[in-house]
């Protein structure tokens, strides 16, 4: 069966600082991919970056990067320089084929 | 490119109400899934839609149904509305190819059974 743990349930970070949030995964599947989210107190869900499983390098998209370890079914997101608008509900999520399943989520909050 | 659209985005139903949600997918996106997202269970995934099947569905009692148009416009039905459907219910779609793809979000409908 699949899986998605997210162990943090809130994480506190000082603004212009890095964080990890913390995912690890359990799948049978030779592919799928791997996704963070993140959703303001709004509650739309913002697509913030993707890891294939074959993918080699760790993907990066702007202050985002995902921190993928294969061996160790982790895909770890880390935020750079923090800011204010970061604080939010951030997500991992795996997809296999036409399925996704969703982590219980970390909440974020950067402080000033 | 408009992002998904959902409608409408606050809903209050009465118990035994029935209710329609309808979600507007990316142009050129192909699939539809929908989720319910409360406190208590997190996010857990209802039906998927592709080409108008199904495709892919959770564990979740008929009473939630679901119908995808030529368009790729879909809709999301409940009925007989109990109060621990109240609830958050986001739509999302991606083009539907296969494994891996990334979905994209709708703003989501908010719905309160009373």
């Known amino acids: 069966a699949q899986k998605i743990t997210q162990t943090q349930p809130g994480m506190f970070v000082q603004e212009k600082e890095a964080v990890t949030l913390d995912c690890t995964y359990d799948t049978s599947d030779q592919s799928y991919g791997l996704f963070w989210y993140k959703q303001p107190s709004s509650g739309e869900m913002i697509f913030l970056i993707y890891q294939g499983s074959y993918d080699e390098q760790n993907a990066t998209e702007g202050r985002y990067s995902l921190n993928f370890q294969k061996a160790r079914k982790s895909a770890n997101l880390v935020i750079s320089a923090s800011q204010l608008g970061d604080s939010a509900m951030y997500f991992c999520?795996?997809?296999?084929?036409?399925?996704?399943?969703f982590g219980t989520g970390t909440r974020l909050k950067v402080l000033a | 490119k408009a992002g998904v659209t959902q409608t409408p985005r606050y809903l209050i139903k009465t118990r035994g109400q029935q209710v329609t949600l309808s979600c507007s997918p990316i142009?050129?996106?192909?699939?539809v899934s929908w989720y319910q997202q409360t406190p208590g269970q997190g996010l857990q995934f209802l039906f998927e839609?592709?080409?108008?099947?199904?495709?892919n569905k959770g564990n979740f009692p008929g009473r939630f149904s679901g119908r995808q148009f030529s368009n790729s416009r879909s809709e999301m039905n409940v009925s007989t509305l109990e109060l621990g459907d109240s609830a958050l219910y986001l739509c999302a779609s991606s083009r539907g190819r296969g494994w891996g793809e990334t979905q994209y979000f709708g703003p989501g409908t908010r719905l309160l059974v009373l």
């Open positions: 999520a795996m997809a296999g084929t036409y399925k996704y399943i």
């Open positions: 142009s050129g996106h192909r699939s």
């Open positions: 839609y592709f080409s108008e099947t199904q495709r």
